[in-house]
């Protein structure tokens, strides 16, 4: 057995392991809450968590299992063939097709990779690399159910997310220069192909699909468990602050988008939770965590190049923060 494949199973088990105490934990929480029943702060907290993550997981599992369909029976090649031959125009055509062949982030990555070097244009692989995670089905579903009663939110993401896509794609169009990105083919993106040489197509499947679920719920879990401290544990003066000064409330959603690195079918949820932040700062954390976070760099680094993702991750989060507050004022007003 080679080192690739004991890293891979080591890598596998461990994260089974994780899910299963995880599970455990989930089980459990009625338990636990009995212990923490004289600390009324732990067990508001512990009962966050839970409805986050419990919330969350439906829609996490399904986004999972579109993803893996797509990357496994669905060939690049289809969204070279339906691409205008006017670069401006296929930019366009890539962020819409977002809707129409979802990926989550880990996936579209290598997607791009694969476009490239097919001969599509790298601003135009790019803008689908954004838009898939960000502006799929189950993504704009899964916002829906987590702010019901607000579906101007829903709205609002989705004409955020798709002008960030489109804008970083014609930016980088016009910027963008050969050497900015690595050109080897076989570039891989650390710890996140799908492609899996050992077996058939429901083998690349299973395979995806069991990686995605299992480090996407990982994010989950800490992204919940952040959300349930933040809201319990951080004082109600804090946030007071930040409601009276919006830019500090944008700029601290933003960070903790990129710092989260959530799964984009769950971060409504977590989102959702936050009721103490205003609409337009949480609006801004959905927007931007699909496009640029700590996971993303890494894998952009891998697969483009360091280069690459110095110029583009700074790109992605401006024009991510801007498309956000301007879909958050047209659709959720000045006062959100």
């Not at 299992?65 to 990357?71: F, H, P, Q, T, W």
């Not at 579903?141 to 489109?166: D, H, I, K, N």
């Not at 879909?327 to 006062?335: H, I, N, P, R, T």
């Amino acid at each position: 057995m080679g080192d690739r494949e004991q890293s891979g199973n080591v890598r596998f088990r461990s994260l089974y392991m994780f899910a299963a105490a995880l599970l455990a934990l989930l089980a459990a929480h009625e338990w636990i809450a009995g212990l923490f029943a004289g600390s009324p702060r732990v067990l508001a907290a512990l009962t966050v968590f839970v409805a986050v993550f419990v919330q969350a997981t439906p829609f996490l599992i399904v986004g999972v299992l579109l993803s893996a369909s797509i990357a496994t029976f669905a060939s690049p090649q289809i969204l070279q063939r339906i691409l205008p031959r006017q670069r401006h125009a296929a930019v366009g055509a890539a962020g819409m097709a977002g809707l129409a062949l979802p990926g989550c982030e880990c996936g579209s990555v290598p997607v791009a990779r694969r476009l490239i070097d097919q001969g599509a244009p790298s601003a135009v692989a790019l803008t689908f690399m954004l838009s898939a995670p960000a502006i799929n089905p189950v993504v704009l579903v899964s916002t829906a159910v987590a702010f019901t009663g607000y579906p101007e939110m829903v709205a609002a993401r989705f004409a955020g997310s798709l002008a960030t896509a489109l804008i970083v794609g014609w930016v980088w169009m016009a910027i963008a220069k050969p050497n900015w990105m690595k050109s080897a083919r076989s570039a891989a993106a650390p710890g996140c192909s799908h492609d899996d040489p050992r077996g058939g197509r429901f083998h690349t499947f299973s395979s995806a699909a069991r990686h995605d679920l299992i480090q996407a719920g990982a994010f989950l879990a800490l992204g919940a468990a952040i959300a349930a401290a933040l809201r319990v544990f951080v004082p109600d003066r804090v946030y007071d602050h930040i409601a009276g000064n919006l830019l500090i409330g944008v700029l601290v959603m933003a960070a903790l988008a990129v710092l989260l690195a959530l799964c984009s079918e769950a971060d409504a949820f977590v989102a959702a939770s936050l009721t103490m932040m205003p609409l337009l700062p949480r609006l801004v954390f959905l927007v931007v965590g699909p496009a640029v976070d700590v996971k993303l760099i890494a894998m952009q680094a891998g697969t483009f190049g360091k280069g690459f993702a110095g110029r583009f991750a700074p790109l992605t989060f401006l024009i991510a923060v801007i498309c956000g507050c301007a879909a958050g004022l047209v659709f959720l007003g000045a006062d959100a």
